[in-house]
């Protein structure tokens, strides 16, 4: 069982930087694939980042691709989502995600992920 808990969401300026956190609790943490979905009002939920469970190979959505860097800290046991140069089109709630993920088409599915955390807003004003 792993628990997820999002922070880091707010409300900020086109072109300014935020940094989302998610802890993790459970003892099978390192095991798992992480990523990061966000879902915007009347929009379904998207793909964002992920990053495999020893902390390579990060994989991102194209409209967020050199903008957004996710990483993990294995002895904080909590991953990052750093988003630059934010604009209107990224306001969502963004939502941690952890499963045990075999491929990359894999990762692009939310239900191939077992855990959730409840998220976080991210509202970006033009």
């Known amino acids: 069982q792993v628990h997820l808990v999002e922070s880091g969401g707010g409300l900020v300026q086109a072109g300014t930087s935020l940094r989302l956190s998610c802890a993790a609790s459970g003892p099978t943490f390192n095991s798992y694939v992480m990523a990061w979905f966000r879902q915007a009002p009347g929009k379904e939920r998207e793909f964002v980042a992920a990053v495999s469970s020893i902390g390579t190979y990060p994989y991102y959505s194209d409209s967020v691709k050199g903008r957004f860097t996710i990483s993990r800290d294995h002895a904080k046991n909590t991953v990052y989502l750093q988003m630059n140069s934010l604009n209107s089109e990224d306001t969502a709630v963004y939502y941690c995600?952890?499963?045990?993920?075999?491929?990359?088409?894999?990762?692009?599915?939310?239900?191939?992920?077992?855990?959730w955390g409840q998220g976080t807003e991210v509202s970006v004003s033009s």
């Open positions: 995600a952890a499963g045990s993920i075999l491929s990359y088409q894999d990762a692009l599915s939310d239900k191939k992920y077992d855990y």
